[in-house]
C-alpha cells in the first residue's frame, strides 16, 4: 500500500463524526467491495448501502411473463442472458417453462442470435433485451447489422432502464442518503456530467468509482470529505474509462434506436422516462416491449424492494439465507442475479 493510499485508508478507519450513508448504485460495485474487504478498512460510522443498479433485480414479471409466452410459441425460440432465468413472474420463470419443454436458449452475446436467425429463416427468434446504458447500444447495434444483412427474424422484448430517473426517484424518498458512489460501467457510456444536475438539486455529492480496491477506497475518501465540509461536487476516480461527457459514439446509438418512456422497476413502480424502447423508425424489431407494467405481489416477508432503495441491507430482510430465499431456491428478484445485492451479500456472508 501507497503512502497516500495508507493515509486515506487512516482516515477513513478512524472517522468519527456523525454516521454517512454511501449508496453503491452499481451491483459490481457491492461485490467489489465485498472482495476487496472494504468494510473492514473503514469506520463504523459509514455505511455501504446498495442501490438499484441490478437490470434483472428490477424486471418486472410482465417482461418475464412475455417471454415465456414467446418460448412455448411454434416456430419460436426464446434467447436470454442465464442470470434472468430463474427471475420469476406470475407463472413461474423462464428456468421452470425450459423445464416444461420452451423454447429457450442461454446466450452469453446477442450478435449470437444473428447468426442463429441467418442459418434458420423459418424460425422467429427473439431476445430478451435486459439493462441499462451499458448494454443497450449493443441492441441497437444488433438493429443496425440486421438491416445491412436483411435479416427480419428477430425480435427483442426490451427491459432497458436509465439510472438517472432512478437515482431522482430514490433522493426524493430516501433524504437519508449522503452520497453516491456512481455506476462504473453506466458512465463509460453516459459519462460524470449527467450527474451534476443531481449534486445541484439535492445537495449531495456523486463521485464515480473504478471497480479495484482503491478505486473504491479513494472514492469513498472523497465523499467523506465533501460530506464533512458541506460540498456537492461530482468527482471522477475512474478517468481511464470515464470521461466527463461520455462516449459519444455509444450516446449517439441510444439516440438513433432507442426513445424514453415511464417503466415499471420491480419494487419502485413507474418512474417516468426512465426505460429505452426502439424507437418507432425500427418497430419492426420489436417484439411487444411496450405496456410490460404487470408486478407480483411478493409476500410481506420479502424487503426486495427495501433492499434496492438502501433501506436495509439484505441481511436484515427474513427470507435471507433462512431456508426460504438461496441462490439455488430464490424468491426475491435480488437473490437470482450475480449483481444482485442479496446474491452478492449471501456469496459472501
Given at each position: ?14 472517522y ?17 467491495i465485498?472482495k476487496?474487504?472494504?468494510?473492514s ?9 446498495s442501490g438499484?443498479g441490478c ?5 418486472p ?6 417471454c ?21 413472474g ?5 428456468s421452470?417453462?425450459k ?23 423459418e ?41 438517472l ?10 433524504p437519508?442518503i ?6 462504473g460501467?453506466?458512465?463509460?457510456i453516459?459519462g460524470?456530467d449527467?450527474?451534476?444536475p ?5 445537495k ?5 468509482a ?43 446509438v441510444?439516440?438513433e ?6 417503466a ?36 410481506p ?12 441491507n439484505?441481511?436484515?430482510c ?5 431456508g ?8 426475491g ?17
Open positions: 500500500m501507497n503512502e497516500q493510499l495508507a493515509r486515506i485508508v487512516s482516515y477513513l478507519k478512524d468519527d463524526g456523525p454516521e454517512i450513508r454511501l449508496m453503491e448504485v452499481c451491483g459490481t460495485h457491492t461485490a467489489a465485498f476487496g474487504a472494504i468494510r478498512l473503514i469506520s463504523p460510522k459509514i455505511h455501504l448501502i438499484p437490470p434483472v433485480c428490477v424486471t414479471a410482465a417482461f418475464i411473463d412475455k415465456v409466452e414467446y418460448a412455448h410459441m411454434d416456430g419460436h425460440v426464446l434467447y436470454s442472458f442465464g442470470d434472468m432465468l430463474k427471475v420469476p406470475t407463472a413461474g420463470s423462464l421452470d417453462h423445464g416444461q419443454g420452451a423454447h429457450v436458449e442461454v446466450v452469453y452475446s446477442p450478435f449470437e442470435v444473428l447468426e442463429k436467425a441467418a442459418a434458420q429463416p424460425v422467429t427468434h427473439v431476445v430478451a433485451a435486459v439493462g441499462f446504458e451499458t448494454t443497450a447500444p449493443i441492441y441497437g447495434l444488433m438493429i443496425r447489422e440486421m438491416q445491412e444483412k436483411d435479416i427480419h427474424n428477430v425480435r427483442l422484448v426490451t427491459a432497458i432502464k436509465t439510472i430517473p432512478a437515482l431522482t426517484w430514490i433522493c426524493d424518498s430516501q437519508e449522503d452520497g453516491f458512489i456512481c455506476p460501467h453506466v458512465c463509460v453516459i460524470s449527467p450527474f451534476l443531481l449534486a445541484e438539486k439535492y449531495k455529492p456523486f463521485v464515480v473504478g471497480f479495484e480496491p482503491e478505486h473504491l477506497l479513494v472514492t469513498i475518501y472523497d465523499l467523506v470529505c465533501q460530506i464533512e465540509a458541506g460540498e456537492h461536487n461530482v468527482g471522477n476516480h475512474y478517468k481511464n474509462a470515464v470521461h466527463a461527457a461520455g462516449n459519444r459514439k455509444a450516446l449517439d441510444l439516440e434506436y432507442y426513445e424514453p418512456g415511464a415499471v422497476w420491480r419494487g419502485l413502480g413507474s418512474i417516468p422516462d426512465s426505460g429505452l424502447y426502439i424507437s418507432e423508425k425500427y418497430q419492426e424489431y420489436d417484439g411487444g416491449s411496450f405496456g410490460l407494467d404487470q408486478d407480483i405481489e411478493l409476500p416477508a420479502c424487503r426486495c424492494a427495501d433492499v434496492i432503495t438502501g433501506r436495509i439484505p441481511a436484515d427474513p427470507m435471507f439465507a433462512s426460504s430465499c438461496t441462490p439455488t431456491s430464490p424468491y428478484p435480488c437473490m437470482v442475479s450475480a449483481e444482485g445485492a442479496c446474491g452478492i451479500w449471501y456469496r459472501n456472508r
